[in-house]
């Protein structure tokens, strides 16, 4: 029986992974290949790799693991089961598992919006986040797609980084009377035509069609269209979740269901790489303490 495995080769399972290796614990990391910013050219805001490709980012990550001796494997989980003491892990290939403690870093996928040309514009000139994209498009001309207290809640935030910015709602745009002003007060218009295609070359963004009406220049679309989880393993073992739709975790990414940790984009906090691989490491501390208690090296509370 294996101590952990990690499901999710992102910066947060890796993360993970390495503190656990570094404490001497048979680790098998096994991952999917599909992580989030797959279509993104660079990550942003990780302290030295700013601007890093993000598969470079993973692959330095895998190199690491080898000297500690960490497993590594590539394949879909299908399921995850608790079993006495532990658990029971089922590839797609038939392939059974069996560890002490299991920790998801399966991370969350976008809801991309349903527009034609969305998905070539994705990571190129369509975005989610403007912490990780805003700055390469300071003073541009930008949409925000979303409806609601979110569509606005993004449009606002934009102004960080340019002050031209417009709401595109694709339909009634649900907004309260006090959204409405905030935004007029802001100077950011509010569409709500039916949206067609985006019109494109290989990605790169030049104007929004409507199913009526003239089209609307812009070079970039952050859209706010919420997301959903990779992988269903938390919720079939039992774990609570949050309004956002993230998995409920105590602060070192221990779930309500003992032995199962959640870290990374699919759990609590702010869903960045660098916060990520923090989470990552912080769990692994919480585990080793674990298996340390359980072995009668931690001095027992009164």
């Known amino acids: 029986m294996l101590d952990v495995i990690v499901i999710g080769g992102g910066p947060a399972g890796l993360s993970a992974a390495l503190m656990l290796g570094r404490c001497r614990r048979r680790v098998l990391v096994l991952d999917a290949g599909t992580p989030r910013n797959a279509a993104s050219g660079a990550l942003h805001g990780y302290f030295t790799r700013d601007g890093c490709p993000p598969q470079e ?20 989980v299908v399921a995850v089961a608790r079993a006495g003491g532990g658990f029971h892990v089922r590839l797609e290939d038939g392939r059974r598992l069996s560890s002490r ?16 040309g969305a998905d070539a514009c994705y990571g190129v000139s369509l975005f989610h986040c403007p912490y990780c ?14 409806r609601g ?4 809640g993004l449009s606002l935030a934009l102004q960080t980084w340019t002050d031209d910015v417009v709401l595109l709602t694709d339909g009634p745009a649900r907004l309260t009377a006090a959204a409405r002003k905030r935004l007029a007060g802001r100077g950011i218009g509010i569409d709500q035509r ?15 069609l ?13 859209f706010t269209t919420g997301q959903h989880q990779q992988a269903a393993f938390a919720r079939e073992l039992g ?3 949050n309004r956002k739709g993230t998995v409920r975790t105590e602060r070192y990414g221990q779930t309500c269901v003992p032995g199962v940790f959640v870290v990374g984009d ?14 990552g490491a912080k769990a692994a501390v919480a585990i080793n303490e674990q298996f340390q208690a359980e072995a009668g090296q931690r001095v027992p509370e009164e």
């Open 57 to 76: 980012l993973l692959a330095a990550g895998r190199r690491e693991l080898a000297q500690y001796g960490v497993e590594q494997g590539s394949g879909r």
């Open 101 to 116: 403690r299991i920790l998801i870093a399966t991370g969350v996928q976008d809801r991309l919006p349903a527009i034609d």
């Open 133 to 146: 994209d805003g700055w390469e498009r300071r003073n541009q001309r930008l949409a925000v797609y979303g």
């Open 149 to 152: 207290q979110s569509g606005a």
């Open 194 to 208: 039916r949206i067609g295609a985006l019109r494109h070359d290989n990605g790169v963004l030049h104007a929004v």
């Open 210 to 222: 409507f199913a009526q009406g003239p089209e609307l220049e812009c070079e970039g679309v952050f």
């Open 239 to 241: 774990c609570e979740f």
């Open 266 to 279: 699919a759990s609590r906090d702010v869903q960045f790489a660098i916060v990520a691989a923090a989470e």
